[in-house]
């Protein structure tokens, strides 16, 4: 590996790749002209950030991984507790239940004795640790800041920004100016909140849409500048830019144990034997030996709700690269209407809830194999050599790959594979 070559990734969370255009988006729109733009570029099921982080760090599916979602269901003391992934300490109940975290390396793993990895966050803590669960390089978050070994960094070491556009600029200057300038190492991690964070809110086409697109595209063009001026000063760099996820609309929102009770599982709900984790527009299905044949034996009846699209098992679950193991039984995705929101942009969904949280109807949310959600955009840039549309269709689980092949070193493991670079 030269010593001069490094990668740069930059992830503007759930920036669907529609999104990328002169009038909406200027920065990416001109950036992708003179890249590797990826024309068929697709998200993984559950298409959420967490596990989204898990597949783009380790190049690999949920299948091969083993991080499930937003929300996982855990085998605790005999029946299934469902946990929220983005918490601080999700990775320590999951080592408890499981005996580890990912099940395939991280790049931070992979490139420990190469240059090392260095990642910036602002997205769930969840999220951001699961770029590097088990610390072989440097993660910043603003819940906690760790360096290889685990040691927590304080004070000034740390990361400490707001969850919102403001964050996100203070967190990219401190890595334009102190990762990419001053410790410059092989694999340089930086992962935006918006417009991901601010679409939850707010409604797809809106002018809070269009402020959060002007934010992270503000934070895009800051990394950029300062890649041209590394590579003015001889240095071959690799600035790959994408997004990990789409947006669709909220249009209504079911309580998914609240149908099972209704149907005859209250009791099995009640006592851990099954469980539901939603997923925002999809939901993963969960159960014991114990409670698997009654929720195997309501599935057929789900499948005729208005609020599910599709109900998958078994086979339908590997064809969509999602293992039915460790609790899972099933999977669903909501439904969707075509009707416009009030901005023009077409597609309602229904969303699985939790109990006493209504769905935020007119905002947007993701998590299914919906139209929008699952185009995020990627565009490599090596600097003018690389320029047009990729060959073929690409996904998440390339970035991984692409970047371990851009350093030279060895592309075992891997799902995915190495973008087209010429």
């Known amino acids: 590996m030269a010593r001069s070559r490094r990668v740069v990734f930059v992830c503007c969370d759930g920036l669907g790749r529609d999104w990328v255009r002169a009038e909406t988006t200027p920065v990416l729109h001109d950036l992708a002209r003179t890249s590797l733009w990826c024309a068929e570029h697709s998200a993984v099921f559950p298409s959420v950030t967490r596990v989204s982080a898990a597949s783009v760090t380790t190049g690999c599916h949920p299948a091969r991984h083993g991080l499930h979602g937003n929300r996982m269901g855990l ?17 320590q109940h999951m080592r408890r239940a499981t005996g580890g975290t990912l099940l395939v390396p991280a790049l931070a793993e992979r490139v420990a004795g190469a240059g090392g990895c260095i990642a910036f966050s602002n997205v769930s803590p969840g999220a951001a640790y699961f770029l590097d669960p088990e610390h072989f390089g440097h993660v910043y978050h603003r ?3 760790y360096a ?14 707001s969850h919102d556009a403001a964050g996100d600029w203070a967190m990219t200057q401190r890595f334009c100016a102190e990762v990419l300038r001053e410790r410059r190492p092989a694999v340089a991690l930086l992962w935006l909140c918006d417009p991901d964070h601010t679409l939850h809110g707010v ?25 041209g001026r590394l590579r003015g000063e001889g240095e071959e760099i690799l600035l790959l830019v994408g997004s990990d996820h789409g947006q669709e609309t909220i249009g209504e929102g079911v309580t998914i144990e609240d149908w099972l009770a209704v149907n005859g599982l209250g009791e099995l709900l009640a006592n851990g034997d099954v469980a539901v984790a939603g997923q925002g527009t999809a939901a993963l299905l969960y159960a014991t030996d114990r409670g698997r044949g009654a929720l195997l034996g309501v599935l057929d009846d789900m499948r005729s709700m208005p609020w599910a699209s599709d109900v998958l098992a078994g ?49 947007g949310q ?23 549309s990729a060959s073929r269709a690409t996904s998440l689980v ?3 790959p692409t970047i371990v092949a851009f350093l030279g070193l060895p592309i075992d493991g891997f799902d995915g594979s190495p973008l087209p670079l010429r």
Request: aromatic letters at 4%; one cysteine or more; charged letters at 25%.
């Open 203 to 227: 409604p797809l086409g809106s002018p809070a849409h269009a402020d959060a697109l002007r934010g992270a595209e503000r934070c895009v063009a800051e990394v950029v500048r300062t890649v």
């Open 148 to 161: 290889p070994g685990g040691r927590r960094l304080e004070g000034g070491d740390a990361l400490e920004v």
């Open 75 to 91: 085998l605790e003391e005999g029946r299934v507790v469902v946990r929220d992934v983005g918490s601080p300490d999700f990775r």
């Open 366 to 388: 993701h998590g299914g194999w919906g139209p929008d959600e699952t185009r995020p955009f990627l565009m490599a840039n090596d600097g003018g050599r690389s320029v047009g």
């Open 398 to 400: 390339d970035i991984a």
């Open 315 to 363: 086979e339908g679950l590997a064809a969509r690269r999602f293992a039915a193991r460790d609790g899972v039984v099933a999977a669903v995705n909501m439904a969707r209407r075509s009707d416009a929101n009030p901005y023009g942009v077409p597609g309602h969904r229904w969303v699985a809830t939790e109990a006493g949280k209504p769905a935020p109807v007119g905002s």
């Open 143 to 145: 819940a906690g800041s």
